[in-house]
């Protein structure tokens, strides 16, 4: 399982958002659940039409997103044979 078979971005929903496919809700909003303190039953319970995969498509979106991020920053910020760059 891949983020892109769950999590979409559609216009028409949450407008820029990634969403969890067939949902109206954010992976921004469900990774919040979990940083607040939530189980993932508490998710569950609370969301009967998610499973376990949707969460953790979030997760790994979020990860991903978090990865590019980093390395565009890297980018940016540590030019290589700057004090920061390794060798």
Do not use: H, Q
């Not at 919040?32 to 998610?50: H, I, K, M, T």
């Not at 980018?75 to 390794?86: C, E, I, N, Q, V």
Request: proline share 9%; hydrophobic share 45%.
């Amino acid at each position: 399982m891949n983020p892109p078979d769950r999590i979409i971005v559609d216009a028409a929903i949450l407008p820029g958002k990634p969403i969890i496919r067939g949902t109206r809700l954010s992976v921004e909003f469900v990774v919040g659940l979990l940083a607040d303190g939530w189980s993932e039953a508490d998710v569950l319970r609370n969301y009967p039409n998610l499973v376990r995969e949707d969460i953790v498509a979030c997760l790994r979106y979020a990860a991903e997103v978090l990865r590019a991020e980093n390395a565009t920053a890297r980018a940016l910020f540590d030019p290589p044979g700057s004090r920061l760059s390794p060798g």
